[in-house]
Structure formats: C-alpha cells, structure tokens
C-alpha cells in the first residue's frame, strides 16, 4: 500500500487552491472547475468541492467542520516561509517557535479554517 493523498472538502476550491499554492509554492492543477490538486516531492494534497462527493449524501464530508486533522509541511527555515505568508494569513494560532521535541513550529488557519503546520527538524 502507498499513500497517496490528502483531500480537503470544501465549497471554495478555488479560493482554497490559491491559499495552497500561496503556502506551498507551486501550481495547482486543475483537471476540472471542481477539483485542484498540488503535487509534492513526497504527497498530493486534493481539494474537491462538495460537488465531488454528492453521491454519498448524508455520508459526505461537511466542508469548514475539521477539529482533528493538522495538514503538515516540513519547510527548511519556518522563521522565512512565516514571514513570507504573514500577510496572507488570517489566523495566526502560533507564531514560530520551537516545540519541547526541538522542532522549529508555526500553526495557522487556511480560509476553511483547517489547521496547517510549517516545521522544519532540529538539525542533526
């Protein structure tokens, strides 16, 4: 088994790919109005709009309701890609700093308000 991706639900892909690209520093593509996908070395973030997932009905996903899942990128300087994002960012919930483990953090929101985490290792 190989994992392949993460898929944040939500009614405003685009409004959330532009976030992402923003964060992440690449493209999205774009396979339809309805999809977005942002490719990295080592996983996929997916964004579907809630259209993607009609067929499950009262199963689907409720897109802005996420209170257990933390989406995480390991940047090499968090200081660096903190204050190139600043001023994008709506809801700063941690500022850098370095946790009791001795990664270096910065915790924010994205626009659906789902928690996001820029790290970067203690070096060795």
Same mark, same amino acid.
């Given at each position: 088994?190989?994992?392949?991706?993460?898929?944040?639900?939500? @009614?405003? #892909?685009?409004?959330?790919?532009?976030?992402?690209?923003?964060?992440?520093?690449?493209?999205?593509?774009?396979?339809?109005?309805?999809?977005?996908?942002?490719?990295t070395a080592t996983g996929i973030l997916a964004?579907?709009?809630?259209?993607?997932?009609?067929?499950?009905?009262?199963?689907?996903?409720?897109?802005?309701? @996420?209170?257990?899942?933390?989406?995480?990128?390991? #940047?090499?300087? #968090?200081?660096?890609?903190?204050?190139?994002?600043?001023?994008?960012?709506?809801?700063?919930?941690?500022?850098?700093?370095t946790m009791p483990w001795g990664n270096r953090s910065t915790l924010?929101?994205?626009?659906?308000? @789902?928690?996001?985490?820029?790290?970067?290792?203690?070096?060795?």
């Open positions: 088994m190989e994992f392949a991706s993460i898929r944040i639900i939500t @009614n405003h #892909v685009d409004r959330l790919a532009h976030f992402y690209e923003a964060v992440t520093g690449t493209t999205a593509a774009r396979p339809a109005p309805v999809f977005a996908e942002l490719r964004i579907g709009s809630t259209a993607t997932m009609a067929m499950l009905g009262e199963h689907a996903p409720t897109p802005a309701n @996420n209170n257990s899942v933390i989406i995480e990128f390991l #940047v090499d300087d #968090v200081d660096a890609e903190f204050t190139r994002l600043r001023d994008a960012l709506d809801e700063v919930v941690l500022a850098p700093a924010f929101r994205d626009p659906d308000g @789902n928690l996001v985490n820029l790290f970067s290792r203690p070096a060795s």
